[in-house]
């Protein structure tokens, strides 16, 4: 998505950009201003994001990299994106909007000290959504972040479900997913672990081999319009949504 796609009127923009500002302001914005204290500024932008909106049901956390090709430190080279180098970005976003609901710039290993903090996946998606804990939603992660210590984390802590793909590798996951593929396509499997947490193992084709786990969803819900269990059709209408908010590649 080009940001000249936020202020399109023919039905396809968001209208809060439009009404906010102008295309040409935004863009006068953005090659104008300068900063000095970069952290105080981005902890008060980050705080009115959270702030001044409050998500739909399902919301999703992902990496984005925003384009930079200056001198810094922490500038990443992500070789699946668009722009290839930049900065790193943590966000959890509206899945529905797009809207940014907070976010963090991703600086490496800090030394001891008050600003040290960990970079593992769960302590990442944990601090992203302390804001909404107690609510409810869902989150929509990839294989990077998910994990079964997340997901109980969330179900106990914070009153979230987690929808995503993970890693067979991942500790806890149980074996029959482990073990040698059948060649046919398109097959579903849907198990219950010993905490009632459903794992789908999903043959999308010969090549492409995807596993989801879920706290959302208890049973195996088909859905009427296309025969396929119901945690298949929500993941595949979310990947969409972060393809086009974070500029990686839909898997669907």
Request: hydrophobic residues 30%.
């Amino acid at each position: 998505m080009n940001v000249e796609d936020l202020w399109k009127k023919n039905g396809s923009g968001i209208e809060m950009f439009r009404l906010s500002m102008s295309l040409g302001k935004d863009r006068f914005l953005i090659r104008h201003i300068r900063f000095d204290d970069i952290e105080t500024l981005s902890d008060a932008f980050v705080d009115i994001c959270k702030s001044v909106y409050t998500p739909y049901h399902y919301v999703t956390i992902d990496e984005k990299l925003e384009t930079f090709r200056g001198r810094c430190s922490f500038r990443q080279y992500i070789p699946n994106k668009p722009n290839k180098y930049g900065l790193k970005i943590f966000a959890l976003f509206d899945s529905k909007t797009y809207y940014t609901c907070n976010l963090e710039v991703y600086v490496g290993k800090q030394p001891s000290g008050p600003y040290e903090v960990s970079n593992s996946p769960g302590s990442v998606v944990e601090r992203l959504s302390e804001h909404i804990r107690g609510t409810g939603r869902n989150i929509t992660v990839d294989n990077w972040f998910t994990s079964i210590d997340l997901i109980e984390r969330l179900k106990t802590n914070f009153r979230l479900t987690l929808l995503g793909t993970i890693r067979k590798n991942k500790r806890a996951s149980p074996s029959i997913f482990k073990s040698s593929e059948p060649s046919r396509e398109n097959i579903y499997v849907c198990l219950l672990s010993e905490k009632n947490v459903p794992w789908y193992r999903i043959f999308r084709n010969q090549k492409k081999k995807v596993l989801l786990v879920s706290s959302m969803h208890y049973y195996d819900d088909i859905d009427e319009d296309t025969g396929k269990p119901e945690i298949i059709k929500r993941l595949w209408s979310l990947e969409g949504d972060v393809a086009s908010a974070t500029g990686k590649k839909s898997t669907n």
